[in-house]
């Protein structure tokens, strides 16, 4: 895991999410560092949770990760953990994420992503936390036909609830930046992947897949263009804006450099594993956007953030992982 290197005093860091795939790479980052790391996560069944309590038996190992069990969307709760542990700044990831499932229950996402950003705000406002870096998504783009995807495009087409809850984050972040001077950055992922990866998440399912002999669902036959974006960048990215010296209402891409089709990050996969892939080709999905990459020169030039995993590599390091863990990785239950 990379991480900055500098010597520095220990800070303490609340981070939301931190059984979930982006929040657990994070919060070893930071502990590896010598911070101290509140995490908070309730362990939501979207997809199996012994994948979050693998994460999490590994992380509560350490004696600064300090974990509270609550949601996000009770505000009482929220206040005690803040009131008892007084974090300096905040990266929220906790969310209700897939674009697939707001489709669904679209009303998951309004607790956890709307009503748990404001009281994240909330209590950051009412607590004198001065920094609150947040996960928004590549999705708010919507379908915008200009590629790479820049901060300075449109970004009022969400075309799913989850987009639209991702979106309603940053608008929010921007009224408490307003009222209060909340120093906020709202992080646009694209597509991420790394070890511990999330099942319900492409790279998971194919490998799975792929091992057990299954077919794998390719949708819009596999003309969707990704920038996939390893998890060692994106903490990468959120430990050089936690860094970050003076910060007002930011928004960055964090992104890798490479994009590629669906079907060529297939054949790296199967590559690695040497086995092909039996595809179900189906058509594109509601909610889902053909092409999503990631210009991110702004978060190049302010945060010094440059991407230094390639697919093949990425992929690589993942398959391996996989291999070495199959005995439980294969038997988790599909996603929903
Ligand atoms: N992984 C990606 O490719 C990607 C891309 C774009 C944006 N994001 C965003 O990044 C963030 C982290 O994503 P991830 O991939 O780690 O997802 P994840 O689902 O693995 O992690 C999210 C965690 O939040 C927790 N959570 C959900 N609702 C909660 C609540 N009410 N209270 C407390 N905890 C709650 C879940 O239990 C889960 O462990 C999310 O906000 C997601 O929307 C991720």
Request: with cysteine.
């Amino acid at each position: 895991m990379s991480g900055i290197k500098t010597k520095r005093e220990s800070q303490k860091i609340l981070i939301t999410g931190t059984a979930g795939f982006i929040g657990y790479h994070l919060a070893s980052a930071l502990l590896e560092r010598g911070d101290i790391v509140v995490g908070v996560d309730n362990f939501t069944p979207y997809y199996d949770v012994r994948m979050k309590e693998a994460r999490h038996e590994i992380l509560k190992k350490n004696k600064s990760f300090h974990f509270y069990n609550i949601s996000i969307a009770n505000y009482k709760d929220l206040e005690k953990v803040i009131k008892k542990e007084k974090p300096e700044i905040i990266v929220h990831l906790a969310a209700q994420a897939g674009v697939r499932f707001s489709l669904k229950n679209p009303w998951a996402y309004a607790d956890a992503n709307f009503l748990g950003t404001l009281n994240i705000f909330e209590v950051a406002r009412q607590f004198g936390i001065k920094r609150v870096l947040y996960a928004s998504s590549s999705s708010v783009y919507g379908d915008n036909k200009k590629m790479p995807f820049s901060e300075d495009d449109r970004t009022d087409n969400p075309i799913s609830v989850y987009a639209a809850t991702k979106k309603g984050n940053e608008m929010l972040a921007y009224s408490y930046h307003s009222l209060y001077g909340i120093e906020t950055a709202g992080m646009r992922f694209f597509t991420v992947y790394g070890r511990y990866g999330r099942p319900d998440l492409a790279l998971f399912k194919f490998t799975k897949n792929i091992i057990a002999g299954k077919p794998i669902d390719v949708y819009n036959r596999g003309k969707m263009k990704r920038t996939f974006t390893h998890i060692s960048d994106i903490v990468s990215g959120i430990l050089a804006l936690i860094e970050k010296k003076k910060l007002k209402y930011e928004l960055y891409n964090l992104g890798g450099d490479e994009s590629t089709t669906l079907l060529d990050f297939i054949k790296i996969i199967e590559l690695r594993l040497g086995k092909k892939a039996t595809m179900n080709m189906l058509p594109m999905q509601a909610g889902d956007v053909p092409a999503a990459v990631a210009d991110t020169s702004k978060a190049c030039c302010d945060l010094n953030y440059s991407s230094r995993v390639s697919i093949e590599d990425g992929v690589a390091d993942f398959v391996d992982w996989f291999i070495e863990n199959k005995k439980w990785l294969l038997r988790l239950k599909d996603p929903k």
